[in-house]
Every structure is written in structure tokens, then in C-alpha cells.
T-cell receptor, first 116, second 110 residues
């Protein structure tokens, strides 16, 4: 079946640095990808919708200058957490929508970010 | 009111029980519907799509009621391994916005 690969799966970074997370659709083209964060025992929180070749649409309350999203190709979207702080530590998950299989959404494996 | 609403639970049921979850949506133009399963500290995984005619996959049955704008997931003969959070997803018209419910937590006990 369709696969979405997310990298890195775990990353530890120092406060004030930036970290980039990649999301790739491996066997389908994804015109739309989504980025979420999830805190322990809480539900997924949609951060932004990423459309290939255009600017991402951010959800209310999500700082677009802090969470930079780039969707430069039909198979790759990246999320860069800039000037990370400990409160940014979370589980970040991407998903990609496969328009050729009834708009089914497939998730990446997620990235655990720890800011120290 | 949220666009997609689920009863958060938790649902605590004994092994072998039948349990049902509902998910209501507000946009009548919504086109496609799915159920996902998320295990603790893992990403959600597609469980099944939901079709207008209803569909079944082993112990799992999904149904769509467009008139009342809800989808349901029925799990028969619950297993311990069914313990997870179940998320519904509603896709908007013409591949529009995809909206997730907050999830329903199921715990199956021996």
C-alpha cells in the first residue's frame, strides 16, 4: 500500500536552534500534505495544510514564521521548527493525501522532537 | 461546534464485547469518510474507508448515514489488541479540507 516516510524519527536539539523534518510520499504523488503535533495523551492538532507549489495554510494560533513549511514537489514537504524552545518538544506527524485512491490519507511515522 | 465530533470515551469493555463509536460531521457536502486507529505514541493508521452502502472487514463494520450526518464503527468480539484510539476523518467536497475527530479511546479488558 501507499507509504509515507517521515524523517528523522527522533531528534534532540538545543534551544534556539532550528530543526527540519521531512515528509515523503514514496509511491504516490501528494498535492496536499498535512502537519500535526500531538502532546502526550492528547488528540492530533492540525498545524497546517501544505499544497504543492503554493504557500501553506496555517491553522489559527500556529506561528507561520516559527513553523516553516515547504512543499516544493509532489512527493516532499518539510517542516522547519525555527528557534526551537523546550515547549516545542512534541510528536510531529505528517500525512499525505492520495488523490488517486479516494483521497485516502496516509500518515508518516512521526518525529519526536526534544528541545533541551 | 466542531466540524467533526467524536465521543472521547474512554470506552472500557470486556473481551468479546461489541462496541460502537459514532462520529458526527457538520458539513453536508463532505464527500469521503475514513476510520483510523492510533496506538499510544504511534502514528494513526488507516483502518477502513466508509462507504454509503456500509462495509465490513472481519470484526469491523463501518456505516455512513448522510441524512443524519454521522459515520459509525462497530467492533464485534473485541480483542485486547483492539485497545487504541479510533479517529474518524471527513474529507470535504472535491478533495477539500480533511478534518479529524479528536478520537475515541477504547480499552478492552480481560
Amino acid at each position: 500500500g501507499a507509504v509515507v516516510s517521515q524523517h528523522p524519527s527522533r531528534v534532540i536539539c538545543k534551544s534556539g536552534t532550528s530543526v527540519k523534518i521531512e515528509c515523503r510520499s514514496l509511491d504516490f504523488q501528494a498535492t496536499t500534505m498535512f502537519w500535526y503535533r500531538q502532546f502526550p495523551k492528547q488528540s492530533l492538532m492540525l498545524m497546517a495544510t501544505s499544497n504543492e507549489g503554493s504557500k501553506a495554510t496555517y491553522e489559527q494560533g500556529v506561528e507561520k514564521d516559527k513553523f516553516l513549511i515547504n512543499h516544493a514537489s509532489l512527493t516532499l514537504s518539510t517542516l522547519t521548527v525555527t528557534s526551537a524552545h523546550p515547549e516545542d518538544s512534541s510528536f510531529y506527524i505528517c500525512s499525505a493525501r492520495d488523490g488517486k485512491s479516494g483521497n485516502t490519507i496516509y500518515f508518516g511515522e512521526g518525529s519526536w522532537l526534544t528541545v533541551v | 461546534r466542531k466540524e467533526v465530533e467524536q465521543d472521547p470515551g474512554p470506552f472500557n469493555v470486556p473481551e468479546g464485547a461489541t462496541v460502537a463509536f459514532n462520529c458526527t460531521y457538520s458539513n453536508s457536502a463532505s464527500q469521503s469518510f475514513f476510520w483510523y486507529r492510533q496506538d499510544c505514541r504511534k502514528e494513526p493508521k488507516l483502518l477502513m474507508s466508509v462507504y454509503s452502502s456500509g462495509n465490513e472487514d472481519g470484526r469491523f463494520t463501518a456505516q455512513l448515514n448522510r441524512a443524519s450526518q454521522y459515520i459509525s464503527l462497530l467492533i464485534r468480539d473485541s480483542k485486547l489488541s483492539d485497545s487504541a484510539t479510533y479517529l474518524c476523518v471527513v474529507n470535504g467536497f472535491n478533495a477539500g479540507k480533511s478534518t479529524f475527530g479528536d478520537g475515541t479511546t477504547l480499552t478492552v479488558k480481560p
